[in-house]
Nanobody
Framework: QVQLVESGGGLVQAGGSLKLSCTAS?????MNWYRHTPGNERDFVAG???????NYADSVKGRFTISRDDATNTVYLQMDSLKPEDTATYYCNAVTVTDGHYKTDWGQGAHVPVSS
């Protein structure tokens, strides 16, 4: 099991920036960010496979950037031009593959309120 520790959440004003970090206890094939608001499903935000293959939800394209540092097993989410509708609890996950079996582990979540 991969342990994940998130940091960087907090209150930010609309138009501002924030950077989330998520450090894993081991190497993962893919790492992703999701977000959750009460009453809704947990939605995909951004993902990175290997060192450079990335994809984003349409709602954050051009504003959010995902990156990873393999030396420290850390994935980052740089969030720029934040909007009130980005308010959510952000979760990272790590996908590992062992003998053809996929396993997903989750971080504890980082709350990001965006004030208007």
């Amino acid at each position: 099991q991969v342990q994940l520790v998130e940091s960087g959440g907090g209150l930010v004003q609309a138009g501002g920036s924030l950077k989330l970090s998520c450090t894993a206890s081991g190497r993962a094939s893919a790492m992703n960010w999701y977000r959750h608001t009460p009453g809704n499903e947990r939605d995909f935000v951004a993902g990175i496979i290997g060192g450079s293959s990335t994809n984003y939800a349409d709602s954050v394209k051009g504003r959010f950037t995902i990156s990873r540092d393999d030396a420290t097993n850390t994935v980052y989410l740089q969030m720029d031009s934040l909007k009130p509708e980005d308010t959510a609890t952000y979760y990272c996950n790590a996908v590992t593959v062992t003998d053809g079996h996929y396993k997903t582990d989750w971080g504890q979540g980082a709350h990001v309120p965006v004030s208007s």
